[in-house]
T-cell receptor, first 115, second 109 residues
Framework: EAQVTQNPRYLITVTGKKLTVTCSQN?????MSWYRQDPGLGLRQIYY???????DKGDVPEGYKVSRKEKRNFPLILESPSPNQTSLYFC??????????????FGPGTRLTVL | EDQVTQSPEALRLQEGESSSLNCSYT??????LFWYRQDPGKGPEFLFT???AGEEKEKERLKATLTKKESFLHITAPKPEDSATYLC??????????FGTGTSLTVIP
């Protein structure tokens, strides 16, 4: 089954404790992305990756890191989480942008609470 | 700056009462406008992509249209199972996606 998976689905942590949210897709997609979703602000892109070893900042990259060492995986790293990073996070992938097949497939989401 | 604005924020319809959702956008070099459906606690689900003004796409009770400044999602004779949040997104000359804040649709039986 074609899908994007994220882990963990729920996470409660404390300020400053490093964490990683994993994302994996099995569709051989080139483009992968991380979003956060907050009430009243909608989905905002954190980082995106056009291909392996290529990553770029989105609108809200502060406090986050990413890496793309393999095509299928795109982990999101919070080196020192703070309460303002409490949010619902989504990973998404698409075949490519501007190629006529750029609908994004989204993961199920990770609800993060930073105390 | 690329921007997407959706209206209304919330919409309540009686079953069978047709209506439209609006998505207005400002983007440099539009390369695609997307509609997604999102159910509570789940990731967005793709509905449509529109690429150029005048384009229309349909799927069951939904029809999406695109002009140079906005897109409409028309819902004909909605059913309670159409209740969800509908999201609009664009991609422009850059490689970033920009989403609106969504329209929360409730269809009352």
């Amino acid at each position: 089954e074609a899908q994007v998976t994220q882990n963990p689905r729920y996470l409660i942590t404390v300020t400053g404790k490093k964490l990683t949210v994993t994302c994996s897709q099995n569709m051989n997609h080139e483009y992968m992305s991380w979003y956060r979703q907050d009430p009243g602000l909608g989905l905002r892109q954190i980082y995106y990756s056009m291909n392996v070893e290529v990553t770029d900042k989105g609108d809200v990259p502060e406090g986050y890191k990413v890496s793309r060492k393999e095509k299928r995986n795109f982990p999101l790293i919070l080196e020192s989480p703070s309460p303002n990073q409490t949010s619902l996070y989504f990973c998404a992938s698409t075949l490519g942008v501007g190629q006529g097949s750029d609908e994004q497939f989204f993961g199920p989401g990770t609800r993060l609470t930073v105390l | 700056e690329d921007q997407v604005t959706q209206s209304p924020e919330a919409l309540r319809l009686q079953e069978g009462e047709s209506s439209s959702l609006n998505c207005s956008y400002t983007v440099s070099g539009l390369r695609g406008l997307f509609w997604y459906r999102q159910d509570p606690g789940k990731g967005p689900e793709f509905l449509f992509t529109l690429y150029s003004a005048g384009e229309e796409k349909e799927k069951e009770r939904l029809k999406a249209t695109l002009t140079k400044k906005e897109s409409f999602l028309h819902i004909t004779a909605p059913k309670p199972e159409d209740s969800a949040t509908y999201l609009c997104a664009v991609i422009g000359a850059g490689n970033q996606f920009y989403f609106g804040t969504g329209t929360s649709l409730t269809v009352i039986p």
